[in-house]
């Protein structure tokens, strides 16, 4: 937990300032006992009322100094604990966009939100806690006890015999809660998790009329954490009451020691009072320490997550460049890459997305031309997005190497690499803002011009210009106010516009009926001006044009050629013709 401490760096005044205005203000309290003391040992006891006044006056100013030094601390606490905070969430935010896919798939979604968000509120409320607390809780409970010792040592000795009984309490409910408290934050991420899936996936649900399962399925996940709330709840509880019981015990012995010392004539009324005031304030302090435990052994589960997050450390990264934001398109080339080398290589790459498991690409190797139109074809989950995601380096190959024009995608820096490449994903995402500026989302410099001939290129300016808004149209979140089809045109538009060297069209056009599919792969063909273009899709006549076809089967590659060639020679691309297409259609 402690090594978070390094993000309260840029507060070192409020964290050090904080605490001693809140030592202050302990002192402050610490003495008032003392005082009432006073008050009734020599002011009530002589019926000395100036005495009275002056020592009440004394009182009030020391109150109100008590209180001005609590507000300061409350002060450089919020400061230090919401810098803390947002400094925090900046950091693991940039590390998570940094993460490649594998890191992502890792974690999970739902607990890398929780991270960023619960726990680290948590870790933020022990910060203001410990600037507030962690000193003064301690302070006065020791400084209580010093007090009373002075005031009469023999009855201190009762408070003393308290505190190993106080010890093996805190020790019991600390061990017993640290590891509820990490089964709770587990519990949490499950939550999240059925709860993003049911929220993303509410049509799925409904038309599957699976709402009942479902609801099921949340009660689950929703009632295992109330049982682990519950449980570390009746741990944690019993803290204030055992400390209560402890004090109230020492209290009695107190008044039962006091008495009779009263009765020798050893001790004065006055002391007991203050006696017992200083053991309430150790009562009150110790409630406090306990809370504070407790509050911090829920951060230092916290601090464990959030550490962990910092301590993974993307698997995909490249050699630094000072490329910068450069124009699309327009990037500076990385050391090794030729400009007649073909524009992508995979040689003997195999690929497993767990160490363990069976690999999902083996020994595959391929070449592929500057200006090619390469379709990619195979069964369902025969490796297809897994093969393109290599390109882009959103994984690395396990094994052989991934060269783009000429170089190993492993020498490029990330941000050149990748604004070669335009990928449309089978998932069409678009972002809450116009059509154009969706478009312009490949390519921020893109002219009103370039964004419309990406439009066009998509087979998207027809429907865009039906809008009443046309290109100032508003995407609704996620894309709501549009079809399949249209968001699918939007992703490729977005593609196009960033002026790729490679455009990835990863199953993108499955929501387009045939005859715009086929406008698009011809549009993208008389505009591509050498842009080498993959083409996976599962239907034949998406890529049966292309210069190549590489049929993938479970992982290998079953068959390299063009429509012609394979039909004749590939067993795998006849199956999947003769399932499509009509023996005619086939040698057409
Ligand atoms: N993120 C992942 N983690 C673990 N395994 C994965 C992951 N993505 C894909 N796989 C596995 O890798 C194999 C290849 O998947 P891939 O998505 O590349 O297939 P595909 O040919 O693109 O399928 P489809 O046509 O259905 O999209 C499958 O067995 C799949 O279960």
């Known amino acids: 937990m402690f090594r978070l401490a390094v993000f309260l760096k840029p507060y070192k005044k409020e964290t050090i300032l904080g605490p001693v205005f809140k030592l202050l203000e302990a002192i402050l309290e610490l003495l008032l006992p003392t005082v009432v003391a006073l008050i009734v040992n020599h002011g009530i006891g002589n019926g000395d009322t100036y005495y009275v006044l002056k020592m009440g006056g004394l ?12 507000l300061i601390c409350q002060y450089y606490a919020a400061r230090a604990s919401q810098g803390f905070g947002t400094t925090l969430r900046n950091v693991l935010f940039k590390r998570v966009s940094a993460f490649s896919y594998a890191e992502l798939d890792r974690f999970g979604t739902a607990t890398l939100i929780n991270r960023i968000t619960n726990d680290v509120n948590q870790m933020q409320v022990a910060v203001a806690m410990l600037i507030r607390l962690v000193i003064r809780a301690p302070f006065i409970c020791i400084g209580a006890i010093l007090m009373s010792m002075l005031l009469d040592f023999r009855l201190s000795l009762v408070l003393l015999a308290a505190t190993p009984v106080f010890a093996v309490f805190l020790y019991f409910i600390i061990t017993k809660s640290a590891p509820l408290y990490r089964m709770y934050q587990k519990k949490l991420d499950r939550l999240a998790q059925v709860l993003s899936e049911n929220l993303t996936g509410v049509r799925v649900i409904r038309a599957f009329a699976k709402r ?32 209560t019981l402890v004090v109230n015990a020492a209290i009695i012995a107190i008044l039962w020691v006091g008495g009779i010392h009263i009765n020798e004539g050893t001790l004065s009324s006055g002391e007991i009072i203050a006696f017992i005031n200083y053991v309430t304030q150790i009562l009150l302090a110790l409630v406090v320490v306990s809370n504070l435990i407790i509050l911090f052994t829920k951060a230092a589960s916290s601090a464990a ?62 070449t592929i031309d500057r200006g090619e139109t390469v379709g990619i074809i195979g069964a369902t989950g025969s490796g297809k997005s897994t093969l393109i995601n290599l390109i882009p380096r959103f994984y690395d190959a396990g094994s052989g190497r991934v060269l783009v024009n000429g170089a190993d ?52 300016d027809e429907f865009i210009s039906k809008l009443p808004e046309g290109y100032g149209t508003h995407v609704a979140r996620g894309g709501l106010n549009l079809s399949g089809g249209q968001k699918q045109r939007l992703t490729i538009a977005r593609a196009v516009a960033a002026n790729p060297e490679i455009l990835i069209l990863d199953d993108a056009s499955s929501a387009l009926d045939f005859a715009t599919d086929a406008a698009l792969r011809r549009s993208i063909r008389e505009s591509s001006g050498g842009m080498t273009v993959l083409l996976v899709s599962q239907r034949v006549n998406t890529i049966r044009q292309a210069d ?33 297409l009509s023996e005619e259609e086939a040698t057409r």
């Open 548 to 580: 190549k076809i590489i049929v993938l089967e479970d992982g290998r590659i079953a068959g390299i050629g063009t429509h012609d060639e394979l039909i004749h020679s590939c067993e795998a691309y006849q199956e999947i013709c003769n399932s499509q």
């Open 59 to 70: 009182m009030v100013i020391m109150s109100l100094l008590g209180f001005g030094s609590s």
């Open 305 to 366: 997550r959030i550490n962990e997050v910092l301590d993974t450390t993307a698997s995909v990264t490249g050699p630094s460049s000072a490329s910068g934001q450069a124009e699309p398109g327009k990037l500076p080339e990385t050391k090794g890459s030729k400009p007649d080398s073909p524009a992508i290589v995979f040689d003997r790459v195999t690929f497993g997305y767990s160490a363990t498991g069976d690999p999902a690409l083996r020994d595959i190797s391929v």
């Open 409 to 460: 995608v492993k020498d490029y820096d990330l941000h050149e690499l990748r604004g070669k490449i335009g990928v449309v994903p089978q998932k069409a995402l678009l972002f809450t803002d116009t059509i154009a500026d969706n478009i312009r989302w490949g390519n921020e410099r893109a002219s009103d011009e370039q964004v419309m001939r990406a439009a066009a290129i998509a087979q998207a």
């Open 212 to 243: 009942r399962a479902e609801k099921e399925r949340f009660r689950a996940a929703s009632d295992d954490i109330t049982a682990t709330a519950i449980r570390v709840g009746r741990v944690s509880a019993l803290l204030s009451p055992a400390t």
